[in-house]
């Protein structure tokens, strides 16, 4: 008896030939959209010290509380498998002295991402994130720049229903005070709120405002929101952001309950939502994050960026039919003794520069035939024992050709197509 078979683990998935296809389509909006804009790529390590999390993205999240595949790496240190790209974008800006280069240095990623979340639709533990920093300038164009540049990536692909959620959070000590505002404001209502909401007021009373259950949500409809206690420079900043989506002509709509799940933002903070995905309705998002660089180890440097999901990209945009590869040669060939001139030939013709298939089982040559019908070949060279022959597949027009002359006819027959 055979052994029960193995199964991908629970929330993730493999990407078949077909849905790669697709993804290349979505990597090539983004890498024509990013790279235009001076966006490098950049890719990190797969995982990084947990330490980076821990400081970077917060010790009171979801992420690092409970989302975190992290692992002994056998020598006592603690390695997490990346949860997000900002902060190792970040370790990399300071670890490689970006800050001497010309500011802002800007990156673009695409590429796997690991939390251990309950896996759903549209919500998986390994899924990937196209993503953009700009790091080293705090103008408020970057931040607009960002948004826009999402904004086409996702109108590029095709993301139905979408609508955008803009936000500011203000400086870090401007937080701090309306965060006791509201933990008042929360120990006020206890009683009113869910049992995970009141666990949490002094660790992250901003979550708050994400709670689902109609208690907390009646309580939070009254709670004082952060973007009426904006002010000074703050406020002129987010002014100013939105005045340039105006003129971009990007619509918004400004939502004080917008709540990121990470620790690291400062003032602007915004999320693409597609009405065309379910509960897990946030396609892309992101924000300013002025603190990080610094928090890691690092210059103080302001960055902004964002972050959108691949698969839920391809779950709200529009599906566009993949074409496979054409075939331009075939190579048949009618006995086994003829077998490796049939593979020089394929050998060459790929050297070429041919898009070439040779037949490889075991078909009878009727059947190999029929296969280069269903690949779609444009010229079948059929090795006979009497010399070889060479079939037009579009004219269906078959004649005798020497050996040596059927790679130039093939070339021939291509460029004038
Ligand atoms: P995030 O909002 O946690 O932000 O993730 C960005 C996007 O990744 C989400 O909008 C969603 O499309 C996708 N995503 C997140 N978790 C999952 C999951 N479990 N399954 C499928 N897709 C998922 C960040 O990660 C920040 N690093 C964004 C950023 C960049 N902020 C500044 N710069």
């Not at 993503?131 to 948004?147: F, H, K, N, R």
């Not at 692909?157 to 401007?174: I, K, N, Q």
């Not at 949500?217 to 952060?226: D, I, N, Q, S, W």
């Amino acid at each position: 008896m055979s052994p029960p078979g193995i199964q991908a683990p629970r929330g993730t998935f493999d990407v078949l030939p077909e849905q790669a296809a697709e993804r290349d389509v979505v990597e090539q909006a983004a890498r024509g959209v990013l790279e235009a804009a001076g966006y490098a790529r950049i890719e990190t390590p797969a995982f990084e010290a947990t330490e980076l999390f821990a400081r970077g993205v917060g010790e009171a999240t979801d992420i690092v509380r409970k989302e975190m595949y992290s692992f002994d790496d056998g020598g006592g240190r603690s390695l997490t498998l990346r949860p997000e790209g900002t902060a190792p974008v970040c370790r990399a800006y300071v670890q490689h002295g970006m800050h001497k280069l010309a500011q802002p240095v800007r990156l673009w990623y695409l590429s796997p991402f690991f939390r251990r979340e309950r896996a759903q639709a549209g919500r998986f533990r390994q899924f990937w994130q196209v993503g953009a920093e700009a790091l080293g300038s705090d103008d408020p164009a970057v931040d607009a720049e960002t948004i826009v540049l999402l904004a086409d990536v996702l109108e590029a692909l095709g993301v139905r229903g979408l609508g955008l959620r803009l936000a500011s959070l203000g400086s870090p000590e401007m937080r701090a005070a309306y965060r006791d505002e509201l933990r008042a404001y929360l120990h006020e209502h206890e009683d009113s709120l869910s049992r995970d909401v009141r666990e949490r007021i002094d660790l992250n009373p901003l979550r708050a405002f994400d709670a689902s259950d109609s208690g907390t949500r009646e309580v939070m409809a009254g709670a004082p929101r952060l973007l009426d206690r904006l002010s000074g420079p703050d406020a002129e900043h987010f002014a100013a952001v939105r005045s340039m989506l105006d003129r971009a002509g990007v619509a918004y709509e400004v939502d004080g309950s917008l709540v990121r799940g990470l620790d690291y933002y400062t003032r602007t903070v915004f999320e693409f939502e597609s009405a065309q995905l379910g509960a897990q309705s946030g396609v892309g998002g992101g924000g300013r994050y002025d603190g990080l660089v610094q928090q890691l180890g690092g210059p103080s440097t302001p960055g902004c960026g964002w972050a959108a999901g691949i698969e839920r990209i391809l779950l709200a945009g529009e599906r566009r039919p993949v074409v496979p590869p054409a075939v331009e040669l075939y190579v048949a060939f009618e006995s086994e003794r003829l077998r490796d001139d049939a593979f020089a030939l394929v050998s060459d013709a790929r050297r070429a520069g041919l898009a070439a298939q040779l037949e490889l089982a075991g078909r009878s040559l009727k059947g190999q035939l029929k296969q280069a019908g269903r690949v779609d070949a444009r010229f079948v060279a059929i090795l006979r024992e009497e010399g070889p022959a060479l079939r037009d597949m579009e004219s269906g027009e078959q004649r005798d050709i020497d050996a040596g002359a059927i790679l130039a006819e093939v070339l021939r027959g291509r460029r004038v197509r």
